[in-house]
């Protein structure tokens, strides 16, 4: 069996989660996260729309972790996101968590807006 380096060029994996909190590149972040290429930062979660936005052109698909359960997307935001031109999944914020680290490992451009579990 080959064994392959996993190499993270621009952005921070998601290292590890648990009640309330993220770590991400090293750091504990405390609540509802964001990050990307562009780095790491609280977010104030699903109300706040602007940093997801921004994102517009420098991603393909940002995966929206909705806790610790699988909900919805509020139907403005998900129209917000696509007219942007920001394809979104969403999923229970483990199962985002992976599927991030697993496409930033190939190179793909993503992002990863997390609410705690």
């Given amino acids: 069996m080959r064994l392959n380096e996993v190499v993270y060029n621009d952005a921070a994996p998601v290292e590890g989660y648990g009640p309330g909190f993220f770590r991400i ?3 504990v972040y405390q609540g ?3 990050t990307g290429a562009g780095g790491t930062r ?3 979660g699903l109300e706040d729309p602007a940093p997801l936005l921004a994102l517009a052109g ?4 940002l995966f929206l972790g909705t806790g610790a359960e699988t909900a919805h997307i509020p139907a403005p935001l998900r ?3 696509e007219e942007a031109g920001i394809g979104v999944e969403a999923m ?3 199962a985002a968590c992976r599927t991030y680290n697993v496409l930033l490992s ?3 451009r993503v992002a990863l807006a997390l609410l705690p579990v």
């Fill in 25 to 27: 590149g090293g750091q």
């Fill in 32 to 34: 509802p996260v964001l």
């Fill in 42 to 44: 609280l977010w104030t």
């Fill in 58 to 61: 420098s991603i393909d698909v």
């Fill in 79 to 81: 129209g917000a996101l």
């Fill in 92 to 94: 229970a914020s483990p």
């Fill in 106 to 108: 190939e190179g793909r």
